[in-house]
C-alpha cells in the first residue's frame, strides 16, 4: 500500500517569512495529492490539491510542487501571517480505486 | 445536510462495552471514508466505502472493528469490546467519486 512521509514535525516562522513543508510517497500508481489545514480542535479543510498531470499550483499565497519521478511534492506558503498557524496533512491517493493516505502533520506555528 | 454530519461529537464508554459511531454523508457522495486521529497524532486510515463496490477494510485495525454502509448514504462504525487504546477522535469524510474530501466534526470517544 501507499506510504506518505512528511517532515519536518513542527516549523516554527517569524510573520512574513515562507514556510515549506515536504512530503514523500512510495506508491508510482498515486495521482492526487491534496493538502489539508487543520486548526486545533477543528475537522480538517482542504486548502490546495494537485494532480499528476500537473507540476505546479499556486492558489494566492499557496503553492504546490509535484516531482513524479522523485515521488515527492512540497506545500509553500509565502508571506506566512499568524492565522497560518495551524497543522498541515499532506496525502496522496489513487482517487476512486482507494483512500488516501496522509502524511504525520506538520504543525506550523507562526510569530508574530 | 450541508455538510457531513457526525453523532455523537462525544462518547465515554466503560472499557468492554461497545459503541456505533454513525456518518451522514453529503448527499450525492458516493465515497466514504473513516479515519481515527489519536490526539496529537495524524490521520489513520480504517475503512473505505465506494458506491457498490466492495469496502477496502485494510485499515481496521482489529476484528474488534466493523463498519457498514447503507448505499451511499448512512455509514456506522462499531467497536466491540472498547479498549483504553480506542480512545481517539473518529473522523469521517466523504467525497463525489475522485473529488475532495469533507471532513466531518469527528466522535471523540474516551474509553475509561
Known amino acids: 500500500g501507499e506510504n506518505v512521509e512528511q517532515h519536518p514535525s513542527t516549523l516554527s516562522v517569524q510573520e512574513g517569512d515562507s514556510a515549506v513543508i515536504k512530503c514523500t510517497y512510495s506508491?508510482?500508481?498515486?495521482?492526487?495529492f491534496p493538502w489539508y489545514k487543520q486548526e486545533l480542535g477543528k475537522r480538517p479543510q482542504l486548502i490546495i490539491d494537485i494532480r499528476s498531470n500537473v507540476g505546479e499550483k499556486k492558489d494566492q499565497r499557496i503553492a504546490v510542487t509535484l516531482n513524479k519521478t522523485a515521488k515527492h511534492f512540497s506545500l509553500h506558503i509565502t508571506e506566512t501571517q499568524p492565522e497560518d498557524s495551524a497543522v498541515y496533512f499532506c496525502?496522496?491517493?489513487?482517487?476512486?480505486?482507494?483512500?488516501?493516505?496522509f502524511g504525520s502533520g506538520t504543525r506550523l506555528q507562526v510569530q508574530p | 445536510g450541508a455538510g457531513v454530519s457526525q453523532s455523537p461529537s462525544n462518547k465515554v464508554t466503560e472499557k468492554g462495552k461497545d459503541v456505533e459511531l454513525r456518518c451522514d454523508p453529503i448527499s450525492g457522495h458516493t465515497a466514504l471514508y473513516w479515519y481515527r486521529q489519536r490526539l496529537g497524532q495524524g490521520l489513520e486510515f480504517l475503512i473505505y466505502f465506494q458506491g457498490n463496490s466492495a469496502p477496502d477494510k485494510s485499515g481496521l485495525p482489529s476484528d474488534r472493528f466493523s463498519a457498514e454502509r447503507t448505499g451511499e448514504s448512512v455509514s456506522t462504525l462499531t467497536i466491540q469490546r472498547t479498549q483504553q487504546e480506542d480512545s481517539a477522535v473518529y473522523l469521517c469524510?466523504?467525497?463525489?467519486?475522485?473529488?475532495?474530501?469533507?471532513f466531518g466534526e469527528g466522535s471523540r470517544l474516551t474509553v475509561l
Open positions: 506508491d508510482s500508481a498515486s495521482n492526487y
Open positions: 469524510a466523504s467525497s463525489l467519486f475522485a473529488g475532495e474530501l469533507f
Open positions: 496525502a496522496a491517493g489513487d482517487t476512486g480505486r482507494r483512500a488516501l493516505t
